[in-house]
């Protein structure tokens, strides 16, 4: 391989109860295309976040061009030629594409701003990458793509020997991906180091020239990409085999529970239609803005649809607001469980009573702590929930646990379709199988789920039917032996 | 061609206003319209409008400060009180640097303590002014002289000179806004705090900078005033930091922060000065006035709210 | 190593935050006590209630306000557009109709308030700007009632007895704040609103994925405040006699001190009635001892904003050591 631009030696990190990163090294070429792969809780973000001062090591080094670097926050990780471009772009909305890429360096020397200068260079930049967009636009008009496309050229501004891409392809239509694959390329033949950090395998074996894999904290292999096999990279990245990660069930489907006809808002959710029965789990793929997430937030009333109805048992229900939604049994466990799911700063009881306070209430009239915590303990027993005590703050339980929460809360609610978005994300491996039992519980005892998913081997081993959405539609509807990766993915992408 | 027209009314909703104000007075009191009414919408506004230019720029940083209320009645008084002492320079040096260090416990606060700016400049409000009326014994101070009297109340071709200062600042703050890098920082940093960090601009030193030209501007504002009125009292500007926020939110600078423009406050001050104007020439009660001007911010906050949701709703795509 | 230490800091900061408060009130307590023994007496005692008894009204409907997670600076215009009402409609519907009808409109105020609040988001930014805004009405209206003027109450025999009458020993004002206090500790915590409005405070949009209707408890906490101010509003009117249509500016930032001073959370989710009580005792004594040490009204406003500063700084430092403390015990 030709010079080595970036090496990390030894990079251990802790937090409290894991070893997110455990004695990682790591080595890359310059102008080198490198994959970097491996499942959520793999260790990749720690990683990244690491390299750009984010987080300090507890040991380790950082070598960049043949010098120690020390990165203590990502502005000096920049001027040592490091640029990552997240999935959450750090650009300000309200401000022009043009200064967005040269923020925080738009004077030289002691005169005012010479806009017409910027505007310029700025232009320049975006030719340079064939890359045609307004610079004078205001970045919140702008679309996914196109903000991504800005990343990247201010990352080229600054002069970046290493950027890093964390799953830019997650939001991006087959032609953006042509388009990135493109400039990809063009950066490799500057002599540009790109890490690029994917899910989709697929596009790894397209553009990249090696690949790296790390589990748990550990980096599995290193490998040029053309001595792989797409098979022994997923093998690599679970370290067993597939089959043991999910429980089985035998669970025979009952009648039609949920009707859903021509569900509308905007342009992420167009005329979906489809049914759920009793006792199935149905599968909802896609990629990452694909309109699953907006979708279920319509059948909940967490938005309100533009046009289309709900049928549950043959009712028609009102999704004006969740209240209807939960009395009708329709609920939601969402994917960003923190900031929607759950009351951090509150008591496991309080976050499951919050659902029917009239259950807990005594003869007055009055909350009752005894009966809340009781009602609580139940499901302590049967979810196995992890705590020291009912009473416990759920900010300090960990990822399963906290999902466990959220699904005692919906079943002390009563409720009988419960959607999950995302149900395992940050959620350990062990505690993973756990939630899929409690799934196949759910559904044993004649509940129904909707279950959204971006792991594609939990979409095809839970699921008894998967819709696959792309774009704000239904492209596809896949049924027993039907349902395996290729074919999901090649709805979703399309 | 009517959407864009109704476009250009959802973004300069002030302009709206104030064709609205004076279509209202062009039926019903002709009278209103003459060069001298002109000249006194201007003297009007001056002095509130300079602490404009101040708070617009603090408001796109992302911030909001209440003491300006007691920092200019502050002013004058120590104006009034200092200048037959110790002459007109050395009174004013002294007195920016009140409102500059008045600015600086405000900025320290919010900036390195991250404390919430209101709650914040609640306090230093409350604090100046028990300091200001234990200092003048809640009376007013005369301050008669000849200079600052030409100066306050002199003009250049029936534009006061105060006026003409105001107009400068809104230049200046128009430059700084635009064209050096800490007006663009000012931007960034109420924009997106964690982006404009991690751009590598100091976004506390911004913070802090913000309270004290608040602080400068009001201590400022005060002398002009004093020079106007000829005395120093505590009741001076005891409305002034409601003016000023409304003119900056009708004008279009939003709360959040990130976006606006000191010009669009020029234009909301203008309103501002019109609507007291109007009340004074209808003789209208003038806490009827107060009252509108309350609602008026209250309804343009609303307004301001419910824009942004038809903005999200429009991205996407209903 | 430094574990253990670190460790005892903790707890030592956590119990510090959590009794400092009753500490510094006994610490006034003596220091006023031993400088005038008056201070000690059970007059004075039944004087220092008496005098914070309107700002604790206010301070009651704050706490709630606070804890789900907003601000009312409208509470001091509130109370006195609500305490003018209460007099200027005496002549026309009698005593008992007019403080009805003032009560009433401190609701309905209240809910305008809320509704308003919610429409912009209901942030602490937009409950700031929005009740400050709301603050410039209420307090011009006021005037534009009286037309600047005080409004006179002497004549009126029984509106006077609210101020000045007595239970036993106790002063009606006191009493029916003894009363608000209770009755709002047991509404906030132990019935199901008040639980709500702790949910609400902590996170709105999880709390209305939940299937609650937050909207409504939003409305509440601002109806509840804006009730609280009028009572406010007619129990300073009935005690010094007259209603000004000033008489409540700068109250609210009173409120809002006692309500941070007891131990609430800016920002919501946390604190009680109780620690409000502890709030007001604190305030009310201080002001006091201030008066009894010959401390004259204008440098006391200089204390009270240090105060309130105070307040928020403690606030934000029982914040973290509530969490360090929390933490360390998992």
């Known amino acids: 391989m030709s010079d080595v631009i970036l090496e990390m030696k030894n990079i251990t990190k802790r937090f409290p109860g894991v070893v997110a990163l455990d004695d990682v090294s790591f080595c890359v070429g310059k102008g080198e295309i490198r994959a970097l792969v491996g499942e959520n809780g793999a260790g990749k973000s720690t990683l990244m976040k690491i390299l750009n001062g984010a987080y300090s090591a507890d040991s380790g080094e950082i070598w960049m061009h043949g010098k120690r670097v020390m990165n203590k926050n990502p502005l000096e990780a920049q001027h040592n030629g490091l640029s990552i471009i997240y999935q959450e772009f750090n650009l300000v909305p309200s401000l022009s594409v043009a200064e967005n890429i040269f923020i925080g360096r738009l004077k030289q020397g002691r005169k005012a701003i010479d806009w017409k200068d910027i505007y310029k260079k700025a232009e320049e930049l975006m030719h340079n990458l064939n890359y045609d967009i307004d610079v004078r636009e205001t970045v919140e008009n702008l679309s996914v793509a196109q903000k991504q496309m800005i990343e990247i050229t201010k990352a080229l501004s600054v002069d970046a020997k290493v950027i890093i891409m964390d799953e830019p392809s997650a939001v991006l239509t087959e032609n953006e991906l042509r388009k990135l694959f493109d400039i990809v390329l063009d950066l490799k033949s500057k002599g540009i180091t790109v890490i690029y950090i994917s899910h989709r395998l697929e596009e790894i074996f397209q553009i990249c020239d090696s690949v790296t894999v790390l589990r748990d904290g550990q980096i599995i292999d290193t490998s040029e990409i053309k001595d792989t096999t797409k098979q022994q990279l997923i093998e690599k990245m679970v370290g067993r085999k597939l089959e043991q990660e999910f429980p089985t069930r035998n669970v025979e489907l009952g009648e039609t529970v949920l009707k859903v006809n021509a569900l509308n808002r905007g342009n992420k959710v167009k005329n979906i239609s489809f049914e759920l029965r009793k006792g199935e789990i149905l599968g909802l793929a896609g990629l990452v803005g694909a309109g699953r997430t907006e979708t279920v937030r319509l059948l909940v009333g967490a938005d309100r649809a533009v046009s289309g109805n709900l049928e549950i048992k043959g009712q028609n229900v009102n999704m004006k607001s969740p209240l209807e939604a939960k009395r009708s049994g329709i609920v939601l466990l969402p994917e960003d469980r923190k900031t929607q799911g759950l009351l951090l700063e509150m008591p496991i009881t309080q976050n499951i009573s919050v659902v029917g306070l009239e259950k807990v209430k005594n003869k007055f009239r009055l909350l009752s702590r005894g009966t809340e915590k009781e009602e609580a303990m139940k499901y302590f027993k049967t979810l196995k929930i992890k705590a020291p005590s009912a009473t416990q703050r759920v900010s300090f339980l960990s990822g399963g646990n906290q999902q466990k929460v959220v699904i005692a809360k919906w079943l002390f609610s009563g409720a009988d379709i419960l959607i999950f978005d995302e149900p395992t994300r940050g959620i350990d491996v062990g505690a993973k199988y756990e939630i899929y039992m409690v799934m196949n519980e759910l559904v044993a005892q004649g509940k129904s789920i909707i279950m959204i998913s971006s792991d594609m081997n939990e979409v095809v081993a839970m699921s008894d039917r998967v819709i696959v959405m792309h774009d704000g539609e239904i492209r596809g509807e896949l049924e027993g032996a039907e349902i395996n990766p290729e074919s999901v993915l090649k709805y979703a992408i399309e | 061609m009517i959407k864009r027209v109704s476009k250009f009314c959802k973004s300069y909703l002030v302009i709206v206003c104030i064709a609205v104000l004076l279509v209202f007075m062009a039926i019903f009191y002709p009278s209103y319209f003459s060069f001298s009414t002109f000249k006194g919408l201007l003297i009007q506004i001056s002095v509130y409008g300079i602490v404009a230019c101040a708070m617009t720029i603090a408001i796109i940083g992302g911030e909001f400060d209440l003491s300006v209320g007691s920092i200019l009645p502050f002013s004058t008084l120590l104006f009034a009180y200092l200048m037959p002492k110790i002459g007109i320079f050395p009174s004013i040096l002294l007195i920016l640097i009140m409102g500059g260090v008045i600015g600086a416990v405000n900025g320290f606060f919010v900036s390195v303590l991250k404390l919430n700016a209101f709650i914040v400049t609640l306090s230093t409000m409350l604090a100046v002014e028990g300091i200001m009326l234990t200092f003048c014994d809640g009376m007013p101070i005369p301050a008669v002289n000849k200079a600052t009297r030409a100066f306050g109340t002199g003009n250049i071709g029936g534009i006061a000179y105060i006026a003409i200062i105001f107009f400068i600042f809104v230049l200046v703050t128009h430059f700084v806004l635009t064209k050096t890098s800490f007006g663009r920082n000012v931007f960034a940093t109420g924009g997106n705090y964690n982006v404009a960090e991690y751009a590598g601009i100091s976004v506390k030193k911004i913070k802090f900078l913000l309270f004290v030209i608040l602080g400068f501007a009001s201590a400022f504002a005060g002398i002009l005033l004093t020079c106007r009125l000829q005395a120093g009292s505590p009741l001076y500007g005891s409305d002034v930091s409601m003016s000023v926020v409304s003119a900056t939110v009708l004008g279009g600078t939003s709360l959040s922060g990130g976006r606006g423009s000191v010009f669009r406050t020029f234009l909301g001050m203008i309103f501002i000065g019109m609507l007291s104007q109007i009340f004074t020439h209808i003789n209208a009660y003038a806490y009827l006035q107060q009252l509108i001007q309350g609602a008026v911010v209250v309804a343009i906050v609303i307004l301001d709210a419910w824009n942004n949701r038809k903005r999200e709703d429009e991205l996407a795509g209903i | ?330």
Not at chain 3, 23 to 44: D, E, H, K, R
Not at chain 3, 206 to 211: F, N
Not at chain 3, 289 to 307: D, E
């Open chain 3, 1 to 330: 190593m430094n574990r253990q230490n670190s460790q005892a800091g903790g707890k030592l900061n956590y119990i510090a935050s959590k009794y400092g408060m009753l500490s510094i009130l006994v610490l006034i307590i003596i220091v006023a006590g031993i400088i005038n023994p008056a201070f000690l007496t059970g007059q004075n005692i039944i004087n220092i209630f008496k005098q914070i008894s309107a700002t604790g009204l206010l301070a009651i409907g704050m706490t709630f306000v606070i804890i789900s997670g907003g601000i009312d600076l409208s509470v001091g215009a509130m109370m006195s557009i609500c305490g003018v009402i209460s007099v200027v409609l005496i002549p026309r519907f009698g005593v008992p109709a007019a403080m009805l009808l003032a009560l009433l409109s401190g609701l309905v105020l209240g809910i305008f308030n809320g509704i308003f609040v919610s429409a912009t988001g209901g942030t602490m930014g937009s409950s700031f700007i929005i009740t400050f805004g709301m603050s410039t009405v209420l307090g011009s209206a006021a005037l534009c009632i009286t037309n600047g003027a005080i409004a006179y109450a002497s004549k009126y025999k029984s509106y006077m007895v609210i101020g000045q009458g007595y239970w036993g020993v106790i002063p009606i004002t006191v009493a029916i704040f003894l009363i608000c206090i209770v009755v709002g500790q047991i509404i906030l915590g132990k019935t199901g609103f008040g639980r709500l409005v702790h949910c609400i405070g902590v996170n709105e949009e999880a709390t209305r994925l939940s299937g609650i209707r937050t909207r409504v408890i939003r409305i509440s906490v601002y109806a509840i405040s804006g009730l609280m101010a009028a009572a406010g509003g007619i129990c300073l009117c009935s005690r010094v006699r007259s209603a000004s249509p000033t008489q409540g500016a700068g109250y609210e930032l009173d409120a809002i001190a006692v309500v941070l001073l007891g131990g609430s959370r800016m920002g919501g989710g946390a604190g009680s009635i109780w620690k409000t009580l502890m709030g007001v005792v604190i305030m009310g004594v201080l002001t006091n001892a201030l008066n009894v040490v010959g401390v004259t009204a204008y440098p006391q406003k200089i204390v009270r904003g240090v105060i309130i500063l105070a307040a928020v700084l403690m606030d934000l430092r029982s914040a973290k050591a509530e969490n360090e403390m929390l933490a360390t015990k998992v």
